[in-house]
Structure formats: C-alpha cells, structure tokens
C-alpha cells in the first residue's frame, strides 16, 4: 500500500509492504510528523499481526515534499527512495533542490553522526501504466532491489532488506558485493563494449556538521534542504576496474558505492539516464 498524505501542500508518501489490511493517512503538524505517524501505524500493525511489514518513505522530491531534515531523525524506518522511476519525482534535483543521492549523503551523515542508524537506499518502479514504454508515462522495469536472502521467502527477503544485503539498481548487475574490516570490493556482471564507473562515495569521520538554511523571498527558510558541507557525500575515488576495490583507511565514517554504465537505460526515468547500481553503505570501524 503507498499511503497517500500531506502537510499544507506538501505530498508525502509511505509504502508498507506486506501488509495485511488497510493503513488509513494519519496526518499530522509537520512532514516530519506526518512520517513519523504513518510508519508507526505501519509497526502497529506489524506488531498486532505477528508479521514481517516493510515500511519506506516515497519519492522526497516528488512535489518537493520530503527534505532531508525530515529523515534525519525519523525513528523506525530505515528506507528511503534513492531513485524512483516515475516521471514527476525529481529523482536528481534541480538548481533549487538536492537530488536524492545528495540528501541520501546528508542523511547518512547526519544520522551516523548523532549515533543513529544509517539509511538504506530503495530503487523502484512506481508503476501507474503498463502500456506505454516511453519518457513521460510511468513504466514497470526502471528499477529494482537485489536481494541476497537464504530463501525465497517473505521473511527471509525482508530481513535480508532490514540488514541491508542487498543492492538497487536501474540495470547494472552485480555478481556479488563483499566487505571485510580492509575493503569493499565490488564484482560487476560485464556486458559486451559497455564501461562501468564505480564511484565510491563517502563522509569522513571528522566532518563539518553545520548547515545554512535556504531562504525565501521573505527571508524566511524556504522547506528546501539545507546546504551542508561538500565534505559530506564526496567521492572518495573511483575506477573503472572490475571488481571495483576501495581500501579503507580508517578515516571514512561510511562508504557507499555508485557505479555507472556508459549503456543508456532502454526505459528511461529522463532522456540520457544511464544504467546505475546503488550499494549500501558500510560502516567503517
């Protein structure tokens, strides 16, 4: 079920997966509220049924209205939409808004630095229609999560999700993902003439944590994610090798990986897009 919300004329979206019966909009005094209502509602009926539900926040640039202050400190959801494959999402900003990988970085950041837990990054379809594969129209197979689970099975799945031992991706295939104390290495499932940019994307543990509010017309805070420090979500290197291995160093708070084929997407969330995989992010002792 997407449970469809808002605050003033904010959209604001929750799935619960696995669901058992109908989760009414609970409203609420703010978008953070609004959140933090709906999921608890999710986990009230999980805990009442005695089964696994899945809750995850939708799509934050969809009409602009989730911003990463609202995800920092929301309690007991650890899943956001990294990237969304429905056409009015926003999924990579504009010269107002962050993209999501940027607020996923923030949010990382943020919640890691207060002693939280991290946050988890879903692909997804968003699919409304079915029949018309093309720009503009909301079309299954844009994206997706890979799941390394014991069975297939609801439980195993999504305690393979909750664990985050699994990977997003809008095409890019991985062989596998392994992370030890030293590394994260990276084994990508080639395909023929087709180059594979993995960036791996991270905060260090020392970081500036400060932030500017963006203002309005008013002069007032706008409800725009705050500019933080570019030390937040850089890419700590990247390669074209495969596996693709970063070496930690000690210094990293998390690292995630983001690797980019030169293959255009056949299905595209907008024109250009090319095929991405999206790792979880490891915490680094």
Request: net charge negative.
């Amino acid at each position: 079920e997407e449970i469809t919300d808002r605050y003033n004329e904010y959209p604001i979206h929750v799935n619960a997966t696995n669901v058992v019966e109908f989760i009414a909009p609970q409203g609420g005094n703010s978008t953070r509220d609004v959140l933090q209502r709906n999921i608890n509602a999710i986990y009230k009926q999980r805990e009442k049924a005695g089964q696994v539900i899945l809750a995850h926040v939708n799509h934050p640039n969809f009409g602009w209205g989730i911003v990463a202050e609202d995800l920092i400190d929301l309690q007991g959801d650890p899943f956001f939409e990294v990237y969304n494959g429905h056409p009015l999402v926003s999924n990579w900003g504009d010269d107002a808004h962050p993209s999501t990988d940027r607020m996923w970085d923030i949010v990382l950041a943020m919640r890691l630095h207060q002693g939280l837990e991290p946050l988890f990054g879903l692909a997804v379809d968003d699919t409304h229609g079915y029949y018309k594969n093309k720009i503009g129209e909301s079309y299954p197979g844009r994206g997706w999560v890979m799941v390394k689970a014991q069975s297939l099975n609801t439980e195993n799945i999504i305690s393979s999700l909750e664990e985050g031992n699994f990977y997003s991706t809008t095409g890019v295939i991985l062989e596998d993902v392994q992370t030890n104390d030293r590394s994260l290495t990276i084994h990508i499932r080639e395909e023929v003439n087709t180059v594979y940019n993995t960036q791996f994307i991270g905060t260090p543990k020392e970081f500036d944590a400060s932030s500017e509010p963006v203002l309005n017309a008013q002069g007032e805070p706008a409800h725009i994610t705050s500019v933080y420090s570019t030390e937040i979500g850089q890419v700590f290197s990247e390669t074209t090798d495969n596996p693709a291995v970063f070496y930690f160093t000690g210094t990293e708070m998390y690292v995630r990986a983001k690797i980019i084929s030169d293959k255009l997407q056949d299905n595209p969330f907008s024109k250009g897009d090319r095929e991405t995989a999206w790792t979880q992010p490891v915490l680094v002792k």
